[in-house]
């Protein structure tokens, strides 16, 4: 089992102002695929994801997987790391 950290951040410099961080976070779960397995912790400006993975080659494909749903208008605001 591995796990990919995911936080998503809230980008006090954009122009609209990104939504809460509970908002941000069920919409970029709404975006993974149904089979991923998840915790999640949510913060003032902030949320963490950890995905459990079966596979260490797994978590490329899962990165990706993360930009793309990052750069999903819904989430215009956050930004992310791992």
């Given at each position: 089992?591995?796990?990919?950290?995911i936080?998503?951040?809230?980008?006090?410099?954009?122009?609209?102002?990104?939504?809460?961080?509970?908002?941000?976070?069920?919409?970029?779960?709404?975006?993974?695929?149904?089979?991923?397995?998840?915790?999640?912790?949510?913060?003032?400006?902030?949320?963490?994801?950890?995905?459990?993975?079966?596979?260490?080659?797994?978590?490329?494909?899962?990165?990706a997987?993360?930009?793309?749903?990052?750069?999903?208008?819904?989430?215009?605001?956050?930004?992310?790391?791992?």
């Open positions: 089992m591995v796990t990919l950290r936080q998503g951040f809230a980008d006090q410099n954009a122009e609209d102002h990104p939504q809460l961080p509970e908002t941000a976070c069920i919409r970029f779960v709404a975006l993974l695929p149904p089979q991923w397995r998840w915790r999640q912790s949510i913060g003032e400006s902030s949320f963490t994801l950890d995905v459990l993975l079966d596979e260490q080659r797994e978590l490329d494909p899962a990165r997987t993360v930009d793309r749903a990052f750069r999903d208008p819904g989430l215009r605001g956050w930004t992310w790391a791992h």
